[in-house]
Protein backbone atom coordinates (compact mmCIF):
# COMPACT_ATOMS: atom_id res chain seq x y z
CA UNK A 1 0.00 0.00 0.00
CA UNK A 2 1.50 3.59 -1.01
CA UNK A 3 -0.16 7.11 -1.39
CA UNK A 4 -2.27 7.25 -4.36
CA UNK A 5 -0.38 9.34 -7.09
CA UNK A 6 -1.39 12.82 -7.96
CA UNK A 7 -2.17 12.24 -11.45
CA UNK A 8 -4.26 9.30 -11.01
CA UNK A 9 -6.13 11.15 -8.26
CA UNK A 10 -6.81 13.82 -10.45
CA UNK A 11 -7.76 11.36 -13.52
CA UNK A 12 -10.38 9.43 -11.33
CA UNK A 13 -11.68 13.11 -9.89
CA UNK A 14 -12.55 14.34 -13.28
CA UNK A 15 -14.31 11.28 -13.49
CA UNK A 16 -16.45 11.69 -10.51
CA UNK A 17 -15.07 9.46 -8.73
CA UNK A 18 -12.63 10.48 -5.33
CA UNK A 19 -9.19 8.01 -4.70
CA UNK A 20 -8.65 7.69 -1.00
CA UNK A 21 -5.20 9.45 -0.69
CA UNK A 22 -4.48 6.62 2.57
CA UNK A 23 -5.55 3.26 1.29
CA UNK A 24 -6.41 4.19 -2.39
CA UNK A 25 -9.92 2.65 -2.49
CA UNK A 26 -11.87 4.30 -5.70
CA UNK A 27 -15.22 5.35 -4.61
CA UNK A 28 -18.37 7.89 -4.34
CA UNK A 29 -17.79 8.41 -0.31
CA UNK A 30 -19.26 10.44 1.25
CA UNK A 31 -18.74 13.59 1.24
CA UNK A 32 -19.10 17.19 3.44
CA UNK A 33 -18.59 20.97 2.85
CA UNK A 34 -17.27 22.53 6.00
CA UNK A 35 -16.16 26.48 6.31
CA UNK A 36 -12.88 27.65 7.34
CA UNK A 37 -13.73 28.98 11.11
CA UNK A 38 -10.35 29.21 12.73
CA UNK A 39 -10.30 32.25 11.70
CA UNK A 40 -13.66 33.12 10.40
CA UNK A 41 -13.25 33.83 6.93
CA UNK A 42 -16.41 30.84 6.14
CA UNK A 43 -14.17 30.06 2.78
CA UNK A 44 -15.98 27.22 2.17
CA UNK A 45 -14.12 23.34 1.46
CA UNK A 46 -14.83 19.51 0.32
CA UNK A 47 -13.87 16.67 2.55
CA UNK A 48 -15.29 13.29 1.67
CA UNK A 49 -14.64 10.47 4.23
CA UNK A 50 -13.32 7.03 3.14
CA UNK A 51 -15.55 4.08 2.57
CA UNK A 52 -12.83 1.84 3.53
CA UNK A 53 -10.27 2.94 5.67
CA UNK A 54 -12.47 5.88 6.88
CA UNK A 55 -9.89 8.87 6.90
CA UNK A 56 -11.54 12.07 6.51
CA UNK A 57 -9.64 14.23 3.80
CA UNK A 58 -9.71 17.15 2.07
CA UNK A 59 -10.90 16.57 -1.59
CA UNK A 60 -8.57 19.01 -2.65
CA UNK A 61 -5.19 20.35 -1.17
CA UNK A 62 -4.81 23.83 -2.28
CA UNK A 63 -2.29 24.79 -4.45
CA UNK A 64 -1.34 27.83 -2.07
CA UNK A 65 -1.64 26.19 1.74
CA UNK A 66 1.00 28.75 2.53
CA UNK A 67 -1.89 31.90 2.99
CA UNK A 68 -3.78 29.78 5.09
CA UNK A 69 -0.73 29.88 7.90
CA UNK A 70 -0.96 34.05 8.77
CA UNK A 71 1.69 35.62 10.34
CA UNK A 72 -0.22 35.51 13.66
CA UNK A 73 -0.47 31.41 13.56
CA UNK A 74 0.09 30.00 16.69
CA UNK A 75 3.37 27.84 16.10
CA UNK A 76 5.04 30.95 13.92
CA UNK A 77 6.45 32.63 17.71
CA UNK A 78 7.60 31.71 21.09
CA UNK A 79 6.03 34.00 23.53
CA UNK A 80 7.80 34.71 26.68
CA UNK A 81 5.89 33.99 29.68
CA UNK A 82 6.51 36.17 33.21
CA UNK A 83 9.44 34.21 34.90
CA UNK A 84 6.22 33.07 38.49
CA UNK A 85 4.59 31.60 35.15
CA UNK A 86 7.38 29.87 33.69
CA UNK A 87 8.13 28.46 37.40
CA UNK A 88 4.50 27.27 37.95
CA UNK A 89 5.05 25.79 34.46
CA UNK A 90 8.25 23.66 35.08
CA UNK A 91 6.56 22.26 38.49
CA UNK A 92 3.59 21.62 36.61
CA UNK A 93 5.69 19.70 33.80
CA UNK A 94 7.76 17.93 36.39
CA UNK A 95 4.64 16.06 37.69
CA UNK A 96 2.89 15.73 34.39
CA UNK A 97 6.50 13.68 33.43
CA UNK A 98 6.88 11.90 36.60
CA UNK A 99 3.42 11.45 38.40
CA UNK A 100 4.85 12.87 41.31
CA UNK A 101 4.86 15.76 43.25
CA UNK A 102 1.70 17.29 45.69
CA UNK A 103 2.08 20.63 44.03
CA UNK A 104 2.75 19.60 40.91
CA UNK A 105 -0.63 17.68 40.45
CA UNK A 106 -2.51 20.63 41.91
CA UNK A 107 -0.79 23.25 39.37
CA UNK A 108 -1.65 20.40 36.84
CA UNK A 109 -5.70 19.60 38.01
CA UNK A 110 -5.87 23.50 37.56
CA UNK A 111 -3.62 23.93 34.67
CA UNK A 112 -3.64 20.59 32.95
CA UNK A 113 -0.82 19.78 29.73
CA UNK A 114 -1.10 16.68 27.15
CA UNK A 115 1.79 16.75 26.03
CA UNK A 116 4.65 15.76 28.70
CA UNK A 117 3.02 13.19 29.87
CA UNK A 118 3.20 10.94 27.13
CA UNK A 119 6.86 10.47 29.13
CA UNK A 120 5.48 8.06 31.40
CA UNK A 121 5.26 5.92 28.56
CA UNK A 122 8.85 6.21 27.71
CA UNK A 123 10.90 4.65 30.42
CA UNK A 124 13.97 4.18 28.46
CA UNK A 125 14.14 7.39 27.94
CA UNK A 126 17.36 9.43 29.11
CA UNK A 127 17.71 13.08 29.72
CA UNK A 128 20.83 12.50 27.28
CA UNK A 129 18.66 10.76 24.93
CA UNK A 130 18.40 12.21 21.14
CA UNK A 131 14.94 13.75 20.77
CA UNK A 132 13.45 15.29 17.47
CA UNK A 133 10.46 17.48 17.07
CA UNK A 134 9.10 17.47 13.71
CA UNK A 135 7.34 20.94 12.95
CA UNK A 136 8.18 22.63 15.76
CA UNK A 137 7.44 25.53 14.68
CA UNK A 138 9.22 28.75 16.36
CA UNK A 139 7.02 28.08 19.74
CA UNK A 140 8.61 24.58 19.80
CA UNK A 141 6.29 24.23 22.91
CA UNK A 142 7.12 20.66 23.96
CA UNK A 143 11.16 20.47 23.61
CA UNK A 144 10.96 23.97 25.44
CA UNK A 145 9.05 21.73 28.21
CA UNK A 146 11.77 19.19 27.79
CA UNK A 147 14.71 21.60 28.06
CA UNK A 148 13.20 22.75 31.77
CA UNK A 149 13.28 19.19 32.78
CA UNK A 150 16.83 18.51 32.27
CA UNK A 151 17.07 17.45 28.77
CA UNK A 152 20.01 18.02 26.91
CA UNK A 153 19.75 17.31 22.85
CA UNK A 154 16.91 18.38 21.50
CA UNK A 155 16.05 19.46 17.83
CA UNK A 156 13.20 20.84 16.10
CA UNK A 157 12.64 20.78 12.58
CA UNK A 158 10.62 23.00 10.80
CA UNK A 159 10.83 24.05 6.82
CA UNK A 160 9.23 27.32 7.51
CA UNK A 161 11.39 28.90 9.95
CA UNK A 162 12.56 32.17 8.84
CA UNK A 163 16.24 31.33 9.98
CA UNK A 164 18.21 28.53 12.42
CA UNK A 165 18.54 29.25 16.25
CA UNK A 166 19.92 27.84 19.20
CA UNK A 167 17.87 28.84 21.99
CA UNK A 168 20.45 27.41 24.21
CA UNK A 169 23.13 24.40 24.38
CA UNK A 170 20.71 22.24 24.81
CA UNK A 171 17.75 23.38 22.35
CA UNK A 172 18.43 23.86 18.54
CA UNK A 173 15.68 24.51 16.25
CA UNK A 174 16.74 23.95 12.41
CA UNK A 175 14.88 25.56 8.61
CA UNK A 176 14.80 21.68 7.56
CA UNK A 177 12.36 19.31 5.90
CA UNK A 178 12.24 15.74 7.63
CA UNK A 179 13.62 14.13 4.74
CA UNK A 180 17.00 16.95 4.83
CA UNK A 181 17.31 15.70 8.16
CA UNK A 182 20.51 13.26 9.27
CA UNK A 183 21.56 11.74 12.33
CA UNK A 184 19.95 9.05 14.63
CA UNK A 185 17.56 10.03 17.15
CA UNK A 186 15.92 7.90 20.47
CA UNK A 187 12.60 9.72 20.11
CA UNK A 188 11.19 11.75 17.38
CA UNK A 189 7.80 13.52 17.77
CA UNK A 190 5.05 14.87 16.16
CA UNK A 191 2.59 16.99 18.12
CA UNK A 192 -0.38 18.19 16.20
CA UNK A 193 1.71 17.85 12.56
CA UNK A 194 0.93 14.80 10.91
CA UNK A 195 -2.59 16.24 10.14
CA UNK A 196 -1.16 19.12 8.16
CA UNK A 197 1.45 16.62 6.02
CA UNK A 198 0.40 16.05 2.43
CA UNK A 199 1.84 13.28 1.76
CA UNK A 200 2.17 11.23 5.07
CA UNK A 201 3.25 7.89 4.02
CA UNK A 202 5.89 9.51 2.92
CA UNK A 203 6.71 11.19 6.24
CA UNK A 204 6.63 7.99 8.07
CA UNK A 205 9.37 6.60 5.55
CA UNK A 206 11.77 9.08 6.00
CA UNK A 207 11.40 9.39 9.94
CA UNK A 208 11.94 5.46 9.87
CA UNK A 209 15.38 6.11 8.80
CA UNK A 210 16.51 8.16 11.19
CA UNK A 211 14.85 6.75 13.83
CA UNK A 212 17.50 4.57 16.27
CA UNK A 213 16.63 0.75 15.90
CA UNK A 214 15.31 1.29 20.11
CA UNK A 215 13.77 4.38 19.14
CA UNK A 216 10.20 5.58 19.26
CA UNK A 217 8.17 7.62 17.24
CA UNK A 218 5.36 9.45 18.89
CA UNK A 219 2.60 10.68 17.20
CA UNK A 220 -0.14 13.39 18.90
CA UNK A 221 -2.74 13.97 16.80
CA UNK A 222 -7.01 14.11 15.99
CA UNK A 223 -8.89 11.41 15.26
CA UNK A 224 -11.89 10.79 13.57
CA UNK A 225 -12.63 7.98 15.21
CA UNK A 226 -13.91 9.94 18.15
CA UNK A 227 -17.63 11.03 19.40
CA UNK A 228 -16.43 15.08 18.46
CA UNK A 229 -16.76 14.26 14.82
CA UNK A 230 -20.11 11.55 15.29
CA UNK A 231 -21.85 14.33 17.25
CA UNK A 232 -20.39 17.92 15.71
CA UNK A 233 -19.90 16.95 11.97
CA UNK A 234 -18.37 19.60 10.00
CA UNK A 235 -18.53 21.87 13.23
CA UNK A 236 -15.56 19.54 14.51
CA UNK A 237 -13.21 22.13 15.46
CA UNK A 238 -10.61 19.43 14.44
CA UNK A 239 -11.67 19.72 10.95
CA UNK A 240 -9.88 22.96 10.73
CA UNK A 241 -10.27 23.40 7.04
CA UNK A 242 -8.18 23.84 4.86
CA UNK A 243 -5.05 23.22 6.78
CA UNK A 244 -5.70 19.89 8.60
CA UNK A 245 -5.56 17.61 5.09
CA UNK A 246 -5.72 14.27 6.55
CA UNK A 247 -8.11 13.21 9.18
CA UNK A 248 -6.88 9.59 10.22
CA UNK A 249 -9.07 6.85 11.96
CA UNK A 250 -7.88 3.97 14.13
CA UNK A 251 -7.24 1.92 10.55
CA UNK A 252 -5.96 4.17 8.53
CA UNK A 253 -3.12 5.54 10.89
CA UNK A 254 -2.40 1.35 11.14
CA UNK A 255 -2.60 1.01 7.73
CA UNK A 256 0.34 3.58 7.24
CA UNK A 257 2.18 2.58 9.98
CA UNK A 258 2.55 -1.06 8.76
CA UNK A 259 3.41 0.27 5.33
CA UNK A 260 6.50 1.96 6.78
CA UNK A 261 7.47 -0.65 8.27
CA UNK A 262 6.02 0.41 11.95
CA UNK A 263 3.98 -1.06 14.48
CA UNK A 264 1.79 0.93 16.90
CA UNK A 265 3.10 -0.22 20.10
CA UNK A 266 0.47 1.87 22.14
CA UNK A 267 -2.28 4.72 22.19
CA UNK A 268 -2.85 7.04 24.35
CA UNK A 269 -6.37 8.81 23.88
CA UNK A 270 -5.81 12.79 25.43
CA UNK A 271 -8.07 15.12 24.28
CA UNK A 272 -9.15 17.67 26.36
CA UNK A 273 -12.12 19.90 26.74
CA UNK A 274 -11.33 22.26 23.51
CA UNK A 275 -13.07 19.29 21.24
CA UNK A 276 -16.40 20.92 22.60
CA UNK A 277 -16.31 24.12 23.66
CA UNK A 278 -13.74 25.19 20.10
CA UNK A 279 -17.12 23.07 18.05
CA UNK A 280 -19.40 24.59 19.73
CA UNK A 281 -18.37 28.27 18.46
CA UNK A 282 -18.27 27.16 15.35
CA UNK A 283 -21.74 25.90 15.48
CA UNK A 284 -23.00 29.08 16.83
CA UNK A 285 -21.26 30.76 13.83
CA UNK A 286 -18.39 32.85 15.67
CA UNK A 287 -14.65 31.49 14.91
CA UNK A 288 -12.54 29.87 16.92
CA UNK A 289 -9.57 32.87 17.68
CA UNK A 290 -9.16 33.93 19.76
CA UNK A 291 -8.91 30.95 21.77
CA UNK A 292 -10.85 32.39 24.63
CA UNK A 293 -12.37 29.58 26.60
CA UNK A 294 -15.97 29.42 28.54
CA UNK A 295 -16.14 29.90 32.44
CA UNK A 296 -14.10 27.35 34.89
CA UNK A 297 -17.38 25.96 35.81
CA UNK A 298 -18.14 25.15 32.42
CA UNK A 299 -14.72 23.99 31.01
CA UNK A 300 -14.32 21.82 34.31
CA UNK A 301 -17.38 19.93 33.03
CA UNK A 302 -15.90 19.61 29.41
CA UNK A 303 -12.70 18.16 30.65
CA UNK A 304 -14.14 15.86 32.82
CA UNK A 305 -16.19 14.63 29.95
CA UNK A 306 -13.27 14.64 27.91
CA UNK A 307 -11.47 12.37 30.73
CA UNK A 308 -14.49 9.87 30.08
CA UNK A 309 -14.54 9.60 26.35
CA UNK A 310 -10.71 9.13 26.65
CA UNK A 311 -11.33 6.31 29.11
CA UNK A 312 -13.57 4.67 26.38
CA UNK A 313 -11.04 4.88 23.26
CA UNK A 314 -13.48 7.70 22.10
CA UNK A 315 -11.65 10.97 22.66
CA UNK A 316 -11.05 13.30 19.35
CA UNK A 317 -6.75 13.19 20.05
CA UNK A 318 -4.70 10.51 20.73
CA UNK A 319 -1.14 9.72 21.50
CA UNK A 320 0.50 6.83 19.16
CA UNK A 321 3.83 5.32 20.13
CA UNK A 322 5.50 3.56 17.14
CA UNK A 323 8.29 1.48 16.61
CA UNK A 324 10.35 -0.33 14.19
CA UNK A 325 8.69 -4.09 13.82
Known sequence: MSLTSTSVLKSAVER????????????????????????????????????????LQILEIPSDLGRYYP???YSKHWRASHPIISAMR????????????????????WWPTSSVVVLRSLNSLKVSSAILDVGSGMEAAFLRQLEHLGYQNLLGIDPYLDNDVDISPALRLRRLAIDEVD????????????????EPAEALRAIKRILAPSGTLLIRMPTVT????????????QLDPPRHLHLL????????????GFRIRKIVYDSDDFQFWGSEKIASGLPVLPKIPP?????????RRAGRLNEANDGDAAAYFLTHC
Request: glycine content about 10%.
Open 16 to 55: GVHVCRICGLADSHQTFTSREMMYGTGEEFRYFQCAGCET
Open 295 to 303: GFATRLSYR
Open 90 to 109: RIRDGYAASGKGILGRCLYT
Open 71 to 73: HDY
Open 226 to 237: SYAWRYYGVNWV
Open 249 to 260: SSKSIALLAEDA
Open 183 to 198: GRFDLVTMHHVFEHIP
